[in-house]
Structure formats: C-alpha cells, structure tokens
C-alpha cells in the first residue's frame, strides 16, 4: 500500500525567501506525482502534475522535481509571497485508475 | 469553462439520518472522483467512475456509503443512517481520462457534520 508523507507540517518564513517542500513516497510504482495547493475553507487547485517519465515540471515560480528510485518529490518556490500561503499537498497515482494517495499536506505562511 | 461543483456546499445532519451530495464533474470528463478529507484521516479515496461503472469501491469504508454515477456526469454520494465519524469534507474530482497522466481537477467540497 502507497505512503505518501510530507515534510514539513507546517512552514513560516519571511517574503521572499525561497523555499522547498518535500514530499515521500514508499511504492515507486507510480504513473505520476501531482502537487495541489488549498485554502482554508476551499477545495485543491493542481499546481503541477509530474509523469512517472519526467524529472522535473515548471510553472512560473513553481518547480517540481520527481526522483522515482528514491521516492521524493520537491516543490521548490521561489522568491515566496504572502499570498502563496496555503496548505500544499502531494498525491500519488499507483494504477491505471489514477485513485491519488495523499500526504498530509505542509501549512505554508509567507509573512509580509 | 465551468469546473467541478458540488452541492450543498455544507450540510449538517442528526446521526442516523440518510445524506446525498452531488457532483457536477467538468462537461466531458470521464473519470470522476469521490475522497474525504478529515482531521484525523487526512484526504483519502473513496471510489471513482470511469463512466457509469465504478471499478474500484475499495475506499468506501463502510456499506453505509454508496455512490452512483448517471449519463456519464453527475455522480450522487449517500451515506446512509449517518455517524459522527462520517463528518468531513466530501469531495469530488473529475479528469478527461482515468489513465494515469490526466491532472484531476477538484470541487470545492462539501462539509458534512454529523451531530
């Protein structure tokens, strides 16, 4: 059974800073890693969606990277906000049904 | 284009009351998702469709849940003679295929409690 965990829970750092979250995954028998990204009270936007064959996606200040044979992914942000705080969650797809395996999301607070 | 919906947004409900949550997937998407997310659980899968059929149910956690899915959209959710554990965020993904590069794009939820 997938495991996906999340490391750092919870995040705060000052604007501007660029950061980098890490997420694990026990089964690298993925078809693809997705990052979302939600605000309280709201449901997930996706943010990147990396295939089990690339290495790396890119959008505007986001980077992920996926490294398979030692289970990780990264979202690196650069050059942080105040308002890209939010809840970041990384899910795994293991099956040709694409069910996603959650982790437990890092809380991210950019202060002003 | 329009994105996911769900309704009702919130619901509050006596224990041992039926409940039905409805979701509007993305016009032409094929696959549709159904997770929970609660505080002590985190975001977790209940059962998805690919069509009308739903191949995978394992994540319904009990036979107090069932899901149907008509015309290829909407999708309905029933929790029947609810518990307080079933109080969560309910909610509901659509994507263009079940094939595993397809991006799954979300509703806002719908936020259940049980009193």
């Known amino acids: 059974k997938q495991e996906v965990t999340q490391i750092p829970a919870a995040l705060s750092v000052p604007e501007g800073e660029n950061l980098v979250l890490n997420c694990s995954f026990t089964?690298?028998?993925?078809?693809?890693l997705q990052w979302f990204r939600q605000d309280p009270g709201k449901g997930l936007t996706s943010l990147l969606l990396?295939?089990?064959?690339?290495r790396e996606q890119t959008s505007g200040r986001l980077n992920a990277s996926l490294d398979k044979s030692s289970g990780r992914s990264t979202l690196y942000i650069a050059a942080s906000q105040p308002g890209d705080s939010a809840t970041y969650l990384c899910?795994?797809?293991?099956?040709?049904?694409?069910?996603?395996?959650f982790g437990g999301g890092t809380r991210l607070m950019v202060k002003p | 284009g329009a994105g996911v919906s769900q309704s009702p947004s919130n619901k509050v409900t006596e224990k041992g009351k039926d409940v039905e949550l409805r979701c509007d997937p993305i016009?032409?998407?094929?696959?549709l998702y159904w997770y929970r997310q609660s505080l002590g659980q985190g975001l977790e899968f209940l059962i998805y469709?690919?069509?009308?059929?739903?191949?995978?149910k394992s994540g319904l956690p009990s036979d107090r849940f069932s899901a149907e899915r008509t015309g290829g959209s909407v999708s309905t959710l029933t929790i029947q003679r609810t518990q307080q554990e079933d109080s969560a965020v309910y909610l509901c993904?659509?994507?263009?295929?079940?094939?595993?590069?397809?991006?799954?794009?979300f509703g806002p939820g719908t936020r259940l409690l049980v009193l």
């Open positions: 899910a795994a797809s293991n099956n040709a049904g694409n069910m996603l395996t």
């Open positions: 016009s032409g998407h094929t696959a």
């Open positions: 089964d690298s028998a993925i078809y693809n």
């Open positions: 469709f690919q069509g009308n059929s739903a191949p995978d």
């Open positions: 990396i295939q089990s064959s690339q």
């Open positions: 993904a659509s994507s263009r295929a079940r094939t595993g590069g397809e991006t799954q794009y």
